[in-house]
């Protein structure tokens, strides 16, 4: 394979795994937000605390990867709706301001939780064989680990596409994110809808924590580190929409990939001027309402 094809191919196999991780942490934030209104900022918190979730599982208890990252996501989608139902609901009419103003506490109070008990130091999970070494595709050998990320993407993608388009849960939170007061007319319990979709959210975000660990790395700063790119996927793909978030999330993660091969000095400008770009030709994002 020429080296001009060989480096091509690197940057959409990484971009495509990058991808994935972006999509599964931030899908549950672009639909609560559409659904509610609701800006929270401590959504990265949800993706941390689910990484540490695994990483004690593994280490600790001796839980393989894969079903420590399905405990972390059913854990955290548990303890989110205590958060919900608690804390979150009587700030739904609050102004923005005060909603960034807790969310962001709630953050920089589980960073300082989780330095305490864990130390400042990126921690690591054991993998099992069959996600070490390398696939070999036929044409080229790839990294199983971010095969194994890219398989799990396009399970979700699929299981999510059919939830929210061929059920009629998925149709009451359709419904509900285009016209919350018509919703509510008709009968549908927004308030219940908004419970199961942030600990979907919540849910989804650990799993993208956990999924982050190998990939990215994982301390206390997890939490506010890749805050930005989740809202900017949030934002470039529109509020609400799962398409949306798709697509945002492919380019933005290929693009911000492709920057950091061919020029690394730039670091993350590129994420960031496709962002400006966008906004600026479609505020609401690629399928955000307008």
Same mark, same amino acid.
């Given at each position: 394979m020429p080296q001009y094809a060989n480096i091509a191919v690197s940057i959409l196999f990484d971009g495509l795994a990058y991808a994935m991780f972006l999509f599964i942490t931030s899908v549950g934030l672009s639909v609560t937000m559409g659904l509610m209104n609701f800006v929270n900022l401590a959504h990265g !918190?949800? !993706?941390?605390i689910g990484g540490y979730v695994v990483v #004690? *599982?593994?280490r600790s208890y001796g839980v393989g990867f894969v079903p420590s990252l399905i405990i972390a996501a059913v854990l955290v989608a548990l303890i989110s709706v205590r958060f919900e139902r608690r804390l979150y609901r009587r700030f739904y009419r !609050?102004?923005? *301001?005060? =909603?960034?103003? *807790?969310?962001i506490g709630l953050a920089f109070m589980a960073i300082a939780t989780f330095t305490y008990f864990y130390g400042p130091i990126p921690k690591s999970v054991p993998l099992p064989d069959w996600l =070490? &070494?390398?696939v070999n595709l036929g044409f080229r050998s790839f990294p199983a680990y971010r095969v194994f990320m890219i398989a799990v993407g396009a399970a979700l993608i699929a299981v999510l596409w059919y939830g929210f388009e061929r059920t009629n849960v998925g149709a009451m939170v359709r419904a509900a994110v285009d016209n919350r007061r018509m919703a509510e007319s008709i009968g549908i319990n927004v308030d219940r809808l908004f419970t199961l979709t942030f600990a979907l959210g919540s849910g989804l975000a650990a799993l993208g924590g956990g999924l982050a660990i190998q990939l990215l790395g994982l301390n206390p700063n997890f939490a506010l580190l890749y805050l930005v790119l989740f809202l900017i996927v949030v934002a470039v793909g529109g509020? &609400? #929409? *799962?398409?949306g978030t798709l697509l945002a999330a492919l380019v933005l993660g290929i693009i911000d990939t492709g920057g950091k091969y061919l020029l690394a000095d730039a670091g993350g400008f590129f994420i960031y001027a496709v962002t400006v770009i966008v906004l600026l030709l479609k505020p609401a994002g690629f399928y955000g309402r307008e």
């Open positions: !918190a949800f !993706a941390m #004690s *599982l593994t !609050a102004t923005d *301001l005060e =909603q960034v103003l *807790l969310t =070490q &070494g390398s509020l &609400g #929409s *799962l398409k």
